[in-house]
């Protein structure tokens, strides 16, 4: 399967409303998408997105590093699913977003090649030899904004079905969020209710907040304390804490996971394609994570399209079991890039919004133009 043709359509998307993080916040969805053509007349996508404080990348550098892969990539033949990853690696070092958004379009070059789904083939890969039908994926709702607001779309989505919920913590004073969180909870008795500090407690701050009686409620807390942090105070952390502790942008692989699970610094971790550089090595951290009896959350950055919602969840309806729920960030955007935009249906992504082969979706090109970034231009590899 040689790749005769090239795109790379850098997009911006505004969000329905910003979304505040601790450290950043974000208006829009910063995202790249990379289109495929081979020789044979077999077209795919795929998609990455900016993510300055998780992976260092931003759309420019994305743009400039693909287009430096894209460049190495066209005419080379790729013959092997298992190979993808080696040869993306001979041609760039590191910079797992532009692998995954080259490896998604690829593994789905495949499925259209075998004429079976992307989620299939993963399933295959993970010796999953379960014959039924995919199970519906939780989908995991964001709160945001004011408190008033939070509850409003709380009580809102949960009537909609939602079971599964991240709240935003770490910008606000340590005891506004303790307040925010404990009204949260008791709204949501009963719900997975997650807060997400990424990475802007101090140690004791996250002890605090881990221990305090207002998070009680809390399922899990994730990102506490920063990535740079020593494995000493996330093993610390995690013997004080009440609640169970999740990893996310400190966890990219699956010997980072082995890593922090042998110094016993978490119960479980927030996957993205971004993070593990693709699906193949994204199963191999989900599937890891399953070995060791801890949790998976599966997400896309905030925020991506329908088609990085469809490779994410290809992951999820490949090992069948999200207990952290799936954090699909394309409910957060103004508009989408595909005629039917992938949607919660009762809380849930069902396996029917995909189309049976390859990756389930498909952009619409005049989506994608009126997507397209004022910043950047479609670039030709
Ligand atoms: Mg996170």
Redesign the pocket.
Known sequence: MKLSHIKLYPLAIPLIEPIKMSGETITHANTLLVYLKTNTGKEAWGETSAAPLMTGETLGGLLQNAKYLGEHLRGLDITELNSISMVLGKILYGNTSVKSCFEMAIIDLFAQAQDTSVWQILRDLSKNKTQTKPIPLPLLRMLGGSLDKEVADAALYRAQGYRHWKIKVGSLPLAEDLERVSILCDLLAGDIVSA?A?GAFNLDQAVIFCTAEKTRQLSFV??AIAAKSTIDDFSLLKSKSHLPIAL??SIHDVNEIKYFDQANALDGA?LKLIKTGGLVSGLAAALELQRRNLKINL?CKVAETSLSAAATASLGFAIDSIPWGFSMSNQYLEFDICAKPLHAENGHLNIEQLNPIGIGVTPEINLVTQAHSKEYSTVLC
Request: proline share 0%.
């Open positions: 997400d990424n994730e990102q996310d942008e927030s997400a």
